[in-house]
């Protein structure tokens, strides 16, 4: 056995006490009215429609004592010795959904999910305990390409414990996700990839180096390509509990516009006097360009502005609004350069607490 693989295995037995499954409950009756309205990401074809108070048969689902019924699962680590947990918000996402966390030793905790990052796919929830094994916090911004890392997970929510080896193949990533087929897209900015397996059911769990720090949580697999995986760098989960210990609740930074980011196509696209920045328009005939009474509102910002610069750094395709905003607080004052029409004005805004 060579010395790296050696460091592997070490590796691999320093984290995986901590390393926790995940499985989604929910109520037989919940599940039933979900069912009626129509069809449910798990379930293969579409359910019979509901008629009067007929009670829906949903086949191959077993149902516990308490009426509960599993629909799905994910992975987590411990981060806290009184027990905190780091998975993904699309693992917890669902505020109807009982969670129940499995540890190392076999041990069921039904958790407690304490805050979901409203812009990252992170979210922490807490078993209680005392002295519990954790996983030590890397730090995402000094990888490099080629680094060896450790995928750990409940691999297709069947496997636990599935481990994966791997090198980080590229940084600072976006993707635009999506949960189960479900409608609903987040975009994911500032990944991690990597050619660690990372399967449905990993998403979670921890992609350690080799000194067994979690840099990162995985969370998406391109399923039309293959060894390409994505994890959320560890630095917005450190962020996020820091919040949780001083806040009691993760707090992210508010500006109040919807955006379009400009390039050159785009300019010429839509006869724009400049290719770079935000122009602010609503993402829908629902929407507003700028959210009323927000931060931008009071600080003048109208639909049409573009958003030049924010606190002197020029908005670009691969460098928006959002990427800014992470690294700011609540409060925080953003400066910004906008132009209207022919006119640039710089105002300045204070940050307030997104929802």
């Known amino acids: 056995m060579s010395m790296d693989e050696r460091k592997v295995i070490t590796t691999i037995k320093k984290v995986l006490p901590a390393v926790v499954s995940i499985t989604i409950s929910k109520h037989l009756e919940d599940l039933e009215r979900e069912l009626s309205s129509g069809p449910y990401p798990f379930l293969s074809g579409r359910p019979p429609k509901a008629k009067h108070k007929r009670r829906l048969s949903i086949p191959n689902l077993l149902v516990d004592s308490k009426g509960m019924v599993n629909?799905?699962?994910g992975s987590g680590f411990i981060v806290g010795r009184d027990g905190l947990i780091l998975t993904n918000k699309h693992v917890v996402g669902?505020?109807?959904?009982?969670?129940?966390?499995?540890t190392d030793d076999d041990r069921k905790h039904i958790a407690r999910v304490v805050s979901r990052d409203p812009i990252n796919d992170v979210a922490i929830l807490e078993i209680g305990g005392h002295n519990l094994p954790t996983v030590?916090?890397?730090?995402?911004?000094?990888?490099?390409?080629?680094?060896?890392?450790?995928?750990?997970?409940?691999?297709?929510?069947?496997?636990?414990?599935?481990?994966?080896?791997?090198?980080?193949?590229?940084?600072s990533r976006s993707i635009t996700a999506e949960s189960d087929g479900a409608a609903r897209?987040?975009?994911?900015?500032?990944?991690?990839?990597?050619?660690?397996?990372?399967?449905?059911?990993?998403?979670?769990g921890p992609l350690v180096d080799l000194a067994g720090r979690a840099i990162g949580v995985n969370a998406a697999v391109a399923f039309e390509a293959e060894s390409i995986g994505f994890a959320i760098p560890i630095n917005a989960a450190r962020r996020d509990l820091a919040d949780i210990k001083k806040y009691g609740r993760i707090r992210r930074p508010y500006l109040g516009v919807r955006y379009i980011t400009l390039d050159e196509n785009l300019k010429a696209k839509r006869h724009l006097p400049v290719g770079y920045g935000a122009l602010v328009t609503p993402e829908s005939a629902h929407d507003r360009g700028v959210v009323p009474k927000s931060p931008a509102g009071r600080g003048g910002i109208r639909e049409g502005d573009i958003i030049l610069e924010c606190n002197g750094e020029k908005i670009r395709i691969d460098h928006p609004i959002q990427d800014i905003l992470e690294n700011l607080n609540v409060n925080d004052k953003l400066r910004l350069l906008v132009l209207r029409g022919r006119r640039r004005f710089t105002t300045t805004i204070a940050l307030a607490e997104r929802k």
Request: aromatic share 2%; net charge negative.
């Open 94 to 102: 669902d505020p109807s959904a009982r969670y129940t966390v499995i």
């Open 185 to 204: 897209t987040q975009e994911l900015r500032g990944l991690i990839q990597t050619d660690a397996a990372i399967n449905p059911g990993n998403s979670g």
């Open 136 to 171: 030590a916090l890397g730090d995402a911004t000094k990888l490099e390409l080629g680094e060896t890392v450790i995928a750990i997970g409940n691999a297709l929510g069947l496997f636990k414990n599935t481990v994966s080896t791997g090198i980080i193949s590229g940084l």
């Open 71 to 73: 629909v799905g699962g």
